[in-house]
């Protein structure tokens, strides 16, 4: 199942510089993305979200970005923190209904000091 | 702030064993959900119920699992008979009705020897 890509499985960046994750989805019928952050040993921790009416969402130092035409999010972090070091998982949801999450397979981010 | 408790933390079964895996969601909500993690994998979606039914379930979610709100706040996910595959972190979720972002659990890690 391959609906929701995250490509990079591993991104190094210097505390106080600027944090970029992408994810790619391929079926056009997702409506609401989503981005979580794990921690090890506990589970998804909701960070930032963005309907498919939007192509930017802002909350503090987390904006994600939303490219419909490229079916295509990023989640900026700025300035980054050494508690940002997490794996992050984009997942995605269709409207209506239950609403099951589909998620990428994390991109682990480590902020170095 | 309101969270999903899940209990155990960590489960140890053997091969053909039935295990019952609980979480009280959180109060207000109304949809419910187990996903899984198998190491090294992605979070992968089992299982959504909503007013005291399944609306969905996926593919892995055959007839040696059930599911079950038999009181007004748990939330329990039974496997019959343990598989050594079955072995992975369950995580349980809810959300609101007419919002999208769903709340996790700090999972349940599930060992079958």
């Known amino acids: 199942d391959q609906q929701v890509k995250q490509n990079s499985p591993s991104l190094s960046v210097q505390e106080g510089r600027i944090s970029i994750l992408n994810c790619d989805y391929t079926?056009?019928?997702?409506?609401?993305f989503l981005w979580y952050k794990k921690y090890p040993a506990e589970g998804p921790t909701f960070l930032i979200s963005?309907?498919?009416?939007?192509d930017k969402n802002e909350d503090g130092r987390f904006t994600v970005f939303l490219n419909k035409s490229a079916k295509h999010l990023s989640l900026h972090i700025v300035p980054s923190q050494p508690g940002d070091s997490a794996v992050y998982f984009c997942a995605t949801t269709r409207g209506g209904g239950a609403q099951k999450l589909v998620f990428g397979q994390g991109t682990r981010l480590t902020i170095n000091p | 702030e309101p969270e999903v408790t899940q209990t155990p933390s960590h489960q140890v079964t053997q091969m053909g064993q039935e295990v019952i895996l609980r979480c009280v969601p959180i109060?207000?909500?109304?949809?419910f959900y187990w996903y899984r993690q198998i190491l090294g994998q992605k979070v992968e979606f089992l299982v959504s119920?909503?007013?005291?039914?399944?609306?969905?379930k996926s593919e892995i979610f055959d007839d040696q699992f059930s599911v079950e709100r038999p009181d007004g706040s748990n939330f329990t996910l039974k496997i019959r008979s343990t598989k050594l595959e079955d072995s992975a972190m369950y995580f349980c979720?809810?959300?609101?009705?007419?919002?999208?972002?769903?709340?996790f659990g700090a999972g349940t890690r599930l060992s079958v020897l």
């Open positions: 979720a809810s959300r609101q009705t007419g919002e999208g972002i769903q709340y």
């Open positions: 109060s207000n909500h109304l949809y």
């Open positions: 963005i309907s498919s009416i939007k």
């Open positions: 079926n056009s019928m997702f409506d609401y």
């Open positions: 119920f909503y007013n005291n039914e399944i609306s969905e």
